[in-house]
């Protein structure tokens, strides 16, 4: 379970990034934070990732403070990135046994790595291929290979759909599923109003740091969750 | 988890086009670098037996009470690890009967490019090259993960920034090793590949083993600042350009500026000025004592009721007596100018030596603060071919004019009597003495400066390397686990 209790973030030039966040993610749940550029949406993760220190406030990962025992913490947490990089020269196989390795698995075989990336529909002729020569797509799939590998209670997720094409994004949301079936308490930070709104069990839109609203799946699907953001949003810009 | 950090960091370096460019720069230039100074250490050894041969060859036969006896100085077998000053050191010392030995470097400029560029050795691969190899290997350690993204992936894990620092360090050294060894392993093969040298003999083989490990400590220095140097970057295009310029700045500018402010901080007259004015001072004295004795020869003649004007070399009766007071009354004279002499000479020779020491401490004080100049003087010194030598050279020199004193000049005794009016000398031989027995002189036993001696003169420069080890792999710890890897 991720857990904000009043998470605020101020950086030495004065500008207040996050303020007094609360939030929970429980597990088999994927919450989905939209807003614009700048919001806080990043900051939020940084925070859970212990990037960054916070200002006041708290995050807990499964009920430990991020701020006392990092190392610890993120022992239960995955992260995908904006723009999954890896090392260029490795591998995919060799990317996926490193970041396995870092994430505790240390006995995972040629075969096992096939068999996870094959989960995420990555091409057979790809897993030995340098990943230098992967597509954006591939390379998001292989990061979400990384936090499957590492099987981790909760993941956070940054733009995960930023630059996908159509199938490449819908392909992603169906892992996504797959792991909330599991009982992953997810937390994805997104400017992608339809795919939120295609997986999220909740959404929470933030503004100026703060989180000015959140509503179940059956309160957005009701609403109109593209009228509610576009209407807040609308005002950011008043 | 560290371990696995470190085969990550081991493996990413080995796959970057950086190391496959290493390998092919230090399999290249350190080898060459130890065959061109093997190559030198021959030439200048064949050039040592010549001048001796040649100086036996026109010296047989010729020797007389002042005659000068030339000594050459040995080429030593560890200069092949670095020319260093060789070029400008003095390599023949011609002494003298009057105890002004002179010391010369008689090797011309005969390869004038040789010493416009400098010459390839050891301590040019390992000073210029494999320092900014080290750079380029590490200086995108932190920044370029940063720029990847990778780094925000590793430390989301549950990975110590320290471990991930360690590893970082501790790779990128391993990784350089595997040239270094590869190449200094060449270098010996090459070496044990002439007649002249055996490169797994004695002292040199301890020497090699102790520059290996020095150069090893020189390199990890280098490979801390440029992660240093990553760590206080969030771009490895700036990363770049912060080691090139650091690089530029500790490596070529510091250890040239330093003797330059030195100069301008601390000026010293030139040798020939002091040669001069040490000339000009024999010369007085010797013009003064002249005086004195022809006083003291005529104030005895005069005394004895003979004429000052008349010398011989075989005096009789009254002028007997009147010589051998005056042989007598003039020792406590000759005495007293000696002493006023080599009083003078001294004194103008230690302030000289301490001026030129002062500079010289403030040059190497103020370019102590770049690794590249604490690791030359280091592998200089311990060739033979550094700052020390010439002093050393200056002992030899003048432990050889006391031997050829010993042997030569003093078992002639010279004797002069006269006046105002013109002198008649003789010169009698030491009880005993034979010169047909003598043999042509050689400073045959010339004293390098010994490994053990070079450390213990080079141990602040050994102990800097460390402590620039420590400083920057601190500063590089301290400034990571601040770093903003967002």
């Known amino acids: 379970m991720l857990q904000a209790t009043d998470l605020t973030k101020r950086y030495e030039d004065g500008l207040l990034a996050l303020d007094h966040l609360n939030l929970e993610v429980e597990e088999g749940e994927i919450f989905c934070l939209l807003g614009a550029n700048g919001a806080g949406k990043t900051t939020a993760i940084n925070l859970f990732l212990n990037f960054i220190d916070p200002t006041s406030g708290t995050p807990l990962i499964n009920g430990i403070d991020v701020t006392k025992d990092p190392l610890e913490a993120k022992k239960y947490v995955s992260y995908v990135s904006e723009n999954v990089m890896l090392y260029g020269n490795f591998t995919a196989r060799q990317n996926l046994d490193f970041f396995a390795k870092l994430g505790g698995k240390k006995s995972l075989t040629k075969e096992d790595y096939h068999m996870y990336m094959r989960k995420v529909s990555l091409p057979e002729n790809s897993f030995e291929m340098r990943v230098k020569n992967y597509s954006k797509g591939m390379r998001q799939k292989l990061g979400i290979t990384i936090a499957i590998i590492k099987d981790a209670q909760n993941i956070l997720l940054d733009e995960p759909t930023s630059g996908l094409d159509p199938k490449a994004a819908a392909e992603f949301i169906k892992i996504l599923a797959g792991l909330r079936n599991q009982g992953k308490a997810i937390l994805m930070c997104t400017h992608d109003i339809f795919r939120a709104k295609e997986i999220a069990d909740r959404v929470g839109i933030m503004k100026e740091g703060r989180l000015v609203m959140v509503r179940t799946r059956e309160e957005f699907l009701e609403d109109n969750l593209e009228r509610i953001y576009l209407e807040y949003m609308q005002e950011a810009v008043a | ?486």
Not at chain 2, 452 to 467: C, K, N, Q
């Open chain 2, 1 to 486: 988890m560290f371990g696995t950090l470190v085969i990550k960091e081991i493996q990413e370096t080995i796959h970057n086009f950086r190391f496959h460019f290493s390998v092919l720069l230090c399999l290249v230039l350190i080898p060459l670098g130890m065959y061109a100074a093997l190559k030198n250490y021959e030439q200048r050894l064949t050039e040592y037996r010549e001048s001796m041969r040649l100086y036996e060859q026109k010296s047989q036969g010729k020797i007389t009470y002042n005659f000068r006896a030339e000594g050459y100085r040995p080429p030593l077998q560890r200069s092949v690890f670095a020319i260093g000053l060789e070029d400008y050191l003095p390599n023949k010392v011609l002494t003298e009967r009057g105890g002004n030995f002179a010391i010369s470097n008689e090797k011309g400029i005969n390869n004038p490019q040789a010493l416009l560029f400098g010459r390839l050795d050891f301590l040019f691969s390992a000073g210029f090259v494999l320092s900014i190899l080290a750079l380029i290997f590490t200086f995108s350690s932190i920044s370029g993960e940063k720029e990847k993204g990778t780094l925000r992936l590793i430390v989301a894990n549950s990975a110590a920034r320290s471990q991930v620092y360690l590893a970082k360090v501790l790779g990128n050294f391993l990784v350089f090793l595997i040239p270094l060894i590869i190449a200094m392993l060449i270098g010996v093969l090459l070496l044990n590949a002439s007649s002249v040298l055996n490169p797994f003999s004695g002292e040199f083989f301890q020497a090699f083993i102790v520059i290996f490990l020095v150069t090893l400590l020189f390199i990890f220095a280098m490979l801390n600042l440029g992660m240093l140097v990553s760590t206080l970057t969030h771009s490895s295009i700036t990363s770049m350009a912060a080691v090139v310029f650091v690089w530029v700045i500790l490596v070529l500018a510091v250890p040239r500026i330093s003797p330059m402010i030195a100069e301008v901080v601390y000026p010293v007259k030139s040798e020939q000025v002091v040669n001069i004015e040490k000339q000009l001072i024999r010369e007085n004295l010797e013009k003064e004592l002249d005086l004195q004795r022809r006083e003291l020869f005529e104030k005895l003649m005069a005394a004895y009721d003979l004429d000052p004007g008349f010398t011989t070399t075989r005096p009789e009766g009254a002028m007997k007596k009147a010589y051998a007071q005056y042989d007598e009354e003039k020792i406590p004279l000759e005495e007293k100018y000696r002493q006023r002499l080599n009083t003078a000479l001294i004194n103008i020779e230690r302030e000289f030596a301490n001026n030129l020491q002062t500079q010289s401490r403030i040059a190497v004080n103020l370019s102590r603060i770049s690794p590249a100049s604490c690791y030359s003087y280091v592998i200089s010194e311990i060739s033979g071919n550094g700052p020390r030598e010439t002093g050393n050279f200056y002992e030899n020199a003048r432990e050889f004019q006391n031997e050829v004193r010993e042997a030569l000049y003093d078992k002639y005794i010279v004797k002069t009597y006269g006046g105002r009016w013109g002198t008649s000398s003789s010169t009698q031989t030491a009880e005993g003495f034979e010169l047909g027995k003598l043999k042509v002189f050689h400073m045959s036993n010339y004293k390098h400066i010994s490994l053990g001696a070079a450390l213990r003169s080079e141990w602040i420069d050994i102990l800097l390397l460390v402590f620039f080890n420590i400083l920057f792999f601190a500063a590089g710890f301290v400034a990571f686990n601040r770093y903003d890897v967002r």
